[in-house]
């Protein structure tokens, strides 16, 4: 198996410098500027390597050389894409120098420009869209502003992370649940992002559910870390009911299977949940007005394929993130297929399941056809009930 896997790494390497040094050597017909392409070629493939051992190893950059040399993995992803585009072109126009050196040119052009603009789009504020989902059985209208995959490291500065929480809090929202991949880094990183998680606040609370980054820097030393935040309440496999109204259930990330602790167990969350609904009625005394079955239920569960793990009706609505909206085209693709689907809501299986393009970033400074974001839930109840 692993014989297999680095054949197949090589196999992609080796395509990958042939696609992009086929694109930069058609730009001109002058011997000295192919040589020149070619050194180019091989001296930014080192580097991209050199930033991805970088990133294995863990090791701490500041903020601005991290994500300076991150920009190597979205030139690599964008260049390696035009340059599939090229090859295209060099076989259609096979013996016409003059139209394979023109559509090389306009490639690499329109590949600086898709750069740049994933490099603004990076830099931009999240988006703040507002989407309103009916469940069955809700008492009353309420907003859940979803925060996913903020990624607090060297990758973000810290007054973007400050502006983030500003508009966070700008909302109002009733309740506020951070979904996973939120605390991306080491302790000693995170020590100057602690205190703007704290800021946070809504009504009803702000809820913090695990994500797979979280399980890479150790899920134990994140929850201890969320655990000095007064504002914020873990979900681990629990559950709270939120103002009477809905049952709030957080499960453990998927990864954990893999990390071998914490694994996602919805029975848990639930069971969880219950117990505190029957200890609410009995210390209002008083029926909270439906039984525990019939309440709304909110997951929250940072990747969306926890769907598939899940029985039917189990809960009504799901929160997840963890897909980024692909971040970067052509990874959409892959990301759509690895997923139920890239970003939104959709009915599957009866159960409803909204996933968040993420308030940040991973890996590299840029997005390409998608967009950052922190989404604004109003919670409804059906309108058939409404006028029942």
Request: hydrophobic content about 50%; overall charge neutral; proline content about 3%.
């Amino acid at each position: 198996m692993m014989k297999f896997i680095l054949i197949v790494l090589c196999f992609f390497v080796a395509f990958h410098l042939v696609a992009y040094y086929a694109l930069f050597r058609h730009i001109t017909q002058n011997p000295k500027g192919r040589i020149l392409s070619a050194f180019g070629v091989l001296f930014h493939f080192c580097v991209t390597l050199g930033f991805a051992n970088l990133l294995f190893l863990r090791v701490d950059l500041p903020h601005f050389l991290y994500a300076f040399l991150s920009l190597t993995s979205l030139n690599a992803v964008l260049f390696f894409t035009f340059g599939i585009i090229n090859i295209v072109f060099l076989i259609a126009f096979c013996g016409d120098v003059k139209k394979r050196t023109f559509s090389a040119q306009m490639l690499c052009l329109a590949c600086v420009a898709c750069i740049i603009a994933s490099i603004f789009n990076a830099a931009r504020l999240p988006s703040v869209p507002r989407t309103d989902i009916y469940l069955p059985n809700l008492r009353a209208e309420s907003s859940i502003l979803v925060i996913s995959d903020l990624h607090l490291s060297n990758l973000i500065s810290l007054e973007k992370a400050q502006k983030i929480i500003d508009l966070a809090n700008a909302q109002n929202a009733d309740t506020i649940v951070l979904v996973g991949d939120i605390i991306d880094s080491k302790p000693h990183i995170m020590e100057k992002f602690l205190p703007e998680l704290g800021r946070l606040r809504a009504k009803n609370g702000v809820y913090f559910a695990l994500g797979n980054h979280e399980f890479i820097f150790g899920a134990q030393e994140a929850l201890s870390q969320i655990a000095t935040l007064e504002n914020i309440t873990p979900l681990v496999n629990e559950g709270v009911i939120i103002d009477e109204n809905y049952a709030l259930l957080g499960v453990s990330d998927l990864s954990a299977k893999r990390f071998g602790e914490l694994e996602p167990n919805l029975d848990l969350a639930l069971d969880s949940a219950k117990d505190k609904f029957s200890a609410e009625s009995r210390a209002d005394s008083a029926d909270l007005g439906t039984n525990f079955d019939n309440l709304p239920k909110v997951l929250l569960s940072h990747q969306p394929n926890i769907i598939k793990h899940i029985e039917a009706k189990k809960v009504d609505l799901i929160l997840s993130g963890h897909t980024h909206g692909g971040q970067i085209f052509p990874f959409s693709i892959g990301a759509y297929f690895a997923n139920p689907f890239l970003y939104g809501l959709k009915n599957i299986a009866n159960t409803q399941l909204f996933i968040s393009q993420g308030a940040h970033l991973a890996v590299t400074y840029g997005r390409f056809l998608s967009r950052a974001e922190i989404n604004l839930i109003t919670l409804k109840r059906k309108e058939n009930e409404k006028n029942n």
